[in-house]
């Protein structure tokens, strides 16, 4: 009996040791990937980590309510608390996060002076807050002192069905001034207003897509009849942001799920000032998100990208909603990595909605755990970093040598062989690029480097070429030329 007692006592003893390191070894390192050539979902080290999670209450504020929208300006951080109708300021002081105010209302010459369901907010390098100020149907613009600069309502425009209501939901401004505004359910594009606060038309709309059947079908029904059929109109932007040089990228998950691949649902674009897309697509797959998905935990369908930040280096990241993942991507379109996921761990995400930059450091709103992730960029997200940053500056050499340490992380990670190929291929070094380009299936680069390999070959041989080009064309003659010869002497 003693001795039952002792074994029972030791794997209890067992249990405890064992069930901790269970524990951590789960909650150690998020589930981070890339995509080969093939399509095939390849495991990679966490080039992020999770550092931060802030919320009302641990800010001391109370509970955020349904957050929609969030900014980030140097080391201070601006949240659109929809449900509670107000913004609040926080401010990072070293690894402190401090509120430094929060306001739903402010001071101007206007009929309503408070906040109605903000869902989104700007803010201009003088510290001028441009706001969705949604229930209240209009964008607003304050000063840093909280003062009414100017509101912008409803245009009147012959466009604009003065029916509809005009719920703004996203808004960016760009260095000239110009107020770009997402409004919820307007599909013509991004509303665009000039630094007086006039509107001046739509920017980037998304391409009409129809049904042939359906076409055909309105063309010989009467005029009722069409008035009941579903209109074709263009689908709208769900989020818009802006980059360092001015180009404005909005996303939308409105598309057919066959028509990813193939590039035409295109839910990532960057927009110039004609409304054009001019989005770099080099990678292996177009920016999409998941190239293949499943139906794992009961979630299905592709990828819905519901914003996007680009950070100063070109690097830019997208935020699925249907998974909870990030996905980021270089400036020519490839894969950097993909991280995240659903659930309710620290690192994990439930209802994304917004997602902004401070530094390299990636922060996201969710609006169901009501609060903010702040993402870190680890060792091997670092090395990356550099090598891209140092192919930028031209010092193709050592953004080799990053390339080769990023391998001593991950040897299955095809954009470190293809950046080194691209630094041979900087460097005049076709024929070791060649093979590079050739290792990882990159058809575009190798096709690049192949003829500038030949071109410089026929360069490097090209007298002996020459050579053999003359003494073929003359070869024929003088050969001629001999046997006249012969015969002549031959009959005399």
């Given at each position: 009996m003693r001795e039952k007692s002792i074994k029972t006592a030791l794997f209890c003893i067992l249990i405890l040791l064992i069930s901790p390191s269970m524990n951590v070894k789960a909650m150690d390192s998020m589930y981070t990937y890339t995509y080969d050539y093939f399509g095939e979902a390849m495991k990679s080290p966490d080039a992020y980590t999770p550092s931060y999670f802030i919320t009302g209450n641990t800010l001391g504020i109370g509970n955020f309510k349904d957050p929609q929208g969030?900014?980030?300006?140097?080391?201070?951080?601006?949240?659109?608390d929809t449900g509670n109708n107000r913004i609040v300021i926080i401010e990072k002081n070293a690894d402190q996060f401090v509120v430094i105010n929060e306001f739903s209302e402010f001071d101007g010459d206007t009929a309503v002076n408070?906040?109605?369901?903000?869902?989104?907010?700007?803010?201009?390098?003088?510290?001028?807050?441009?706001?969705?100020?949604?229930?209240?149907?209009?964008?607003?613009?304050?000063?840093?002192?909280?003062?009414?600069?100017?509101?912008?309502?409803?245009?009147?425009?012959?466009?604009?069905?003065?029916?509809?209501?005009?719920?703004?939901?996203?808004?960016?401004?760009?260095?000239?001034?110009?107020?770009?505004?997402?409004?919820?359910?307007?599909?013509?594009?991004?509303?665009?207003?000039?630094?007086?606060?006039?509107?001046?038309?739509?920017?980037?709309?998304?391409?009409?897509?129809?049904?042939?059947?359906?076409?055909?079908?309105?063309?010989?029904?009467?005029?009722?009849?069409?008035?009941?059929?579903?209109?074709?109109?263009?689908?709208?932007?769900?989020?818009?942001?802006?980059?360092?040089?001015?180009?404005?990228?909005?996303?939308?998950?409105?598309?057919?799920?066959?028509?990813?691949?193939?590039?035409?649902?295109?839910?990532?674009?960057?927009?110039?000032?004609?409304?054009?897309?001019?989005?770099?697509?080099?990678?292996?797959?177009?920016?999409?998100?998941?190239?293949?998905?499943?139906?794992?935990?009961?979630?299905?369908?592709?990828?819905?990208?519901?914003?996007?930040?680009?950070?100063?280096?070109?690097?830019?990241?997208?935020?699925d909603r249907t998974r909870g993942r990030i996905f980021g991507y270089d400036n020519q379109g490839n894969l950097l990595y993909a991280f995240g996921g659903l659930g309710n761990k620290i690192g994990y995400l439930?209802?994304?909605?917004?997602?902004?930059?401070?530094?390299?450091?990636?922060?996201?709103?969710?609006?169901?755990?009501?609060?903010?992730?702040?993402?870190?960029?680890?060792?091997?997200?670092?090395?990356?970093?550099?090598?891209?940053?140092?192919?930028?500056?031209?010092?193709?050499?050592?953004?080799a040598e990053y390339w080769e340490r990023v391998l001593m992380f991950n040897g299955n990670y095809d954009l470190a062989y293809i950046g080194i190929g691209r630094s041979l291929l900087r460097q005049k070094r076709y024929e070791e690029a060649m093979k590079y380009f050739k290792y990882k299936w990159d058809d575009n680069n190798y096709s690049k480097a192949y003829q500038l390999y030949r071109k410089e070959w026929i360069e490097r041989n090209i007298s002996w070429i020459f050579t053999i080009v003359v003494i073929a064309i003359a070869a024929p003659t003088i050969s001629a030329r001999v046997k006249k010869i012969k015969r002549e002497v031959s009959e005399a």
């Amino acid at each position: 009996m003693r001795e039952k007692s002792i074994k029972t006592a030791l794997f209890c003893i067992l249990i405890l040791l064992i069930s901790p390191s269970m524990n951590v070894k789960a909650m150690d390192s998020m589930y981070t990937y890339t995509y080969d050539y093939f399509g095939e979902a390849m495991k990679s080290p966490d080039a992020y980590t999770p550092s931060y999670f802030i919320t009302g209450n641990t800010l001391g504020i109370g509970n955020f309510k349904d957050p929609q929208g969030v900014f980030v300006k140097d080391n201070t951080i601006y949240v659109c608390d929809t449900g509670n109708n107000r913004i609040v300021i926080i401010e990072k002081n070293a690894d402190q996060f401090v509120v430094i105010n929060e306001f739903s209302e402010f001071d101007g010459d206007t009929a309503v002076n408070s906040l109605a369901a903000p869902h989104d907010i700007f803010v201009s390098g003088n510290g001028d807050m441009y706001i969705c100020d949604t229930n209240n149907q209009r964008i607003v613009q304050i000063d840093s002192q909280y003062r009414l600069v100017k509101e912008m309502h409803q245009p009147q425009d012959e466009t604009i069905d003065p029916s509809l209501d005009f719920f703004p939901q996203k808004v960016v401004v760009d260095r000239l001034g110009r107020i770009f505004v997402l409004v919820k359910n307007y599909n013509k594009g991004v509303l665009v207003f000039d630094n007086k606060g006039e509107f001046t038309g739509y920017m980037g709309a998304n391409t009409v897509k129809f049904n042939m059947i359906d076409y055909l079908w309105k063309q010989i029904s009467t005029e009722i009849q069409r008035s009941q059929m579903v209109q074709f109109v263009p689908t709208e932007y769900n989020n818009i942001a802006i980059d360092k040089d001015g180009f404005v990228y909005a996303t939308t998950s409105v598309f057919e799920e066959y028509d990813l691949i193939s590039d035409q649902a295109k839910p990532i674009r960057k927009l110039n000032t004609m409304g054009k897309d001019i989005l770099i697509k080099n990678g292996y797959f177009p920016p999409i998100g998941d190239v293949e998905w499943g139906d794992a935990g009961g979630v299905t369908g592709s990828s819905k990208l519901v914003d996007v930040t680009a950070l100063d280096n070109d690097t830019y990241y997208a935020l699925d909603r249907t998974r909870g993942r990030i996905f980021g991507y270089d400036n020519q379109g490839n894969l950097l990595y993909a991280f995240g996921g659903l659930g309710n761990k620290i690192g994990y995400l439930q209802y994304p909605v917004a997602i902004d930059h401070m530094g390299t450091d990636l922060l996201v709103l969710d609006t169901k755990n009501l609060g903010i992730t702040i993402f870190t960029l680890t060792s091997y997200g670092e090395l990356i970093n550099d090598a891209l940053e140092e192919y930028k500056k031209g010092n193709y050499d050592l953004s080799a040598e990053y390339w080769e340490r990023v391998l001593m992380f991950n040897g299955n990670y095809d954009l470190a062989y293809i950046g080194i190929g691209r630094s041979l291929l900087r460097q005049k070094r076709y024929e070791e690029a060649m093979k590079y380009f050739k290792y990882k299936w990159d058809d575009n680069n190798y096709s690049k480097a192949y003829q500038l390999y030949r071109k410089e070959w026929i360069e490097r041989n090209i007298s002996w070429i020459f050579t053999i080009v003359v003494i073929a064309i003359a070869a024929p003659t003088i050969s001629a030329r001999v046997k006249k010869i012969k015969r002549e002497v031959s009959e005399a």
